[in-house]
C-alpha cells in the first residue's frame, strides 16, 4: 500500500510492505493532511494472525478519528490514544482475541508544532539541520537495560529478547502513553517507522536516504533497503517533510513551553520495570563467635534439656 500526499506547506508519503520472512502484514498506517496540519499513524500490531492486524488497524482507525475533528493539542492527542486502547482492550476480551495488541506512534502537526504521541517500539525521527535524532523511547526490555546501564546498543540489537515489549495498545485498561512535542522549522524532516525498518537499518543509512530523497522516493528506498538486509518483519514508513511555516500568532498556553524548538516530553507514561542486582563481596574470615556460635547454643540447650531431667526424675 502507498499513498503520496503532495500539499504545501506539508509533503508526505507512506508505505507499508510485510517484508521478505512474513506472509502477512500485521503493520498499519494511515494519514491525513491539511493545509498547515496533518496527522501521521504507525502501528505493529501484535499477537496471533488476525488479533494483531486487527488491533493495528483499530488503533489507526481510532487515533484518526479523533484527531480528524478539531486542532491536535495535547489532551486531545492522549484521548485519541485512549480511545484506541480502550477499542483494543474491549475487543481483546473475547476468547478468540486474548493477547492482542499493538504499538503505535503518532505525530500530529499543526504547524508550528508538532505532538508525538508513543506506545511500543515503534519510532518517531526527526532530522533537522543535519542532525538526525530519535525522538521516542522503545518500550521494549533491551531498550529499559539500555537505559539503566545493563546492555550496549550492540548487545541489544542482537539480544535474543530485543522484540520484547514492556507498553502496548490494548494489553491495559489504561492507556499509557509518552508524548513529545516541539516547534516546527522550516525543512524538517519526520520519520515514522515500525521496527522492521529500524531494527534492520542503521541510523545512518536512514538519514542519507531522507536528505538525497523526496518523501516518496524515501518511503520506497527504505522499504527497499530494508527488505535487501533481509526484511525478517512487516515494514512500514512515513516520511514527513515541512517546507513552510506559517507566521505565528499568539501561541496557546500548552505550546508555551515548546517555544525554545527542542523536544521537550509532555507526558511520560511509561513505567519502567527495575532489574534487581546483587552484589557478590570476597568472605571475611570468620571470626572465633561466628566459628563456634552453633555448637555454643548446641551444648547450653543439651545442658538445660539434662538439668530438666535430672531434677524431673529425682
Request: charge should be negative; proline fraction near 6%; aromatic fraction near 8%.
Amino acid at each position: 500500500m502507498a499513498a503520496t500526499l503532495d500539499v504545501a506547506p506539508i509533503e508526505a508519503a507512506a508505505l507499508t510492505h510485510p517484508g521478505r520472512k512474513r506472509t502477512t502484514n500485521q503493520d498499519a498506517i494511515g494519514e491525513k493532511v491539511w493545509a498547515h496540519s496533518g496527522v501521521f499513524v504507525v502501528a505493529d500490531g501484535m499477537g496471533g494472525h488476525r488479533t494483531g492486524e486487527l488491533a493495528s488497524k483499530l488503533a489507526v482507525k481510532n487515533i484518526l478519528d479523533v484527531l480528524s475533528e478539531t486542532e491536535a493539542s495535547p489532551n486531545l492527542v492522549i484521548e485519541a490514544f485512549e480511545e484506541a486502547n480502550d477499542a483494543i482492550y474491549s475487543a481483546g476480551q473475547r476468547p478468540e482475541s486474548r493477547g492482542m495488541g499493538t504499538t503505535a506512534t503518532a505525530l500530529a502537526l499543526s504547524l508550528p508544532y508538532a505532538l508525538i504521541a508513543h506506545v511500543g517500539d515503534s519510532r518517531a525521527y526527526l532530522l533537522r539541520d543535519g542532525v538526525f535524532s530519535q525522538l521516542t523511547q522503545d518500550h521494549s526490555w533491551v531498550a529499559e537495560r539500555m537505559r539503566q546501564g545493563l546492555l550496549t546498543p550492540s548487545e541489544a540489537r542482537n539480544h535474543r529478547w530485543r522484540n520484547v515489549i514492556t507498553n502496548a495498545l490494548g494489553s491495559f485498561p489504561e492507556a499509557r502513553v509518552d508524548l513529545i512535542g516541539l516547534k516546527v522549522r522550516p525543512g524538517d524532516r519526520y520519520l515514522i517507522c515500525s521496527d522492521g525498518l529500524s531494527g534492520v537499518l542503521e541510523d545512518q543509512v536512514l538519514q542519507e536516504v531522507l536528505e538525497d530523497a523526496s518523501p516518496q522516493e524515501a518511503v520506497e528506498r527504505l522499504v527497499k533497503l530494508a527488505n535487501e538486509w533481509g526484511g525478517p518483519d512487516n515494514i512500514s514508513v512515513i516520511v514527513v517533510a515541512v517546507h513552510e511555516v506559517p507566521e505565528q500568532t499568539s501561541p496557546p498556553p500548552w505550546a508555551l513551553p515548546l517555544e525554545s524548538g527542542e523536544p521537550i516530553i509532555l507526558a511520560l507514561g511509561q513505567e519502567e520495570s527495575t532489574v534487581e542486582t546483587r552484589v557478590f563481596e570476597p568472605k571475611r574470615p570468620k571470626g572465633f563467635w561466628n566459628r563456634w556460635r552453633d555448637l555454643i547454643f548446641l551444648l547450653v540447650y543439651v545442658s538445660l534439656l539434662l538439668y530438666v531431667l535430672f531434677f524431673y526424675h529425682k
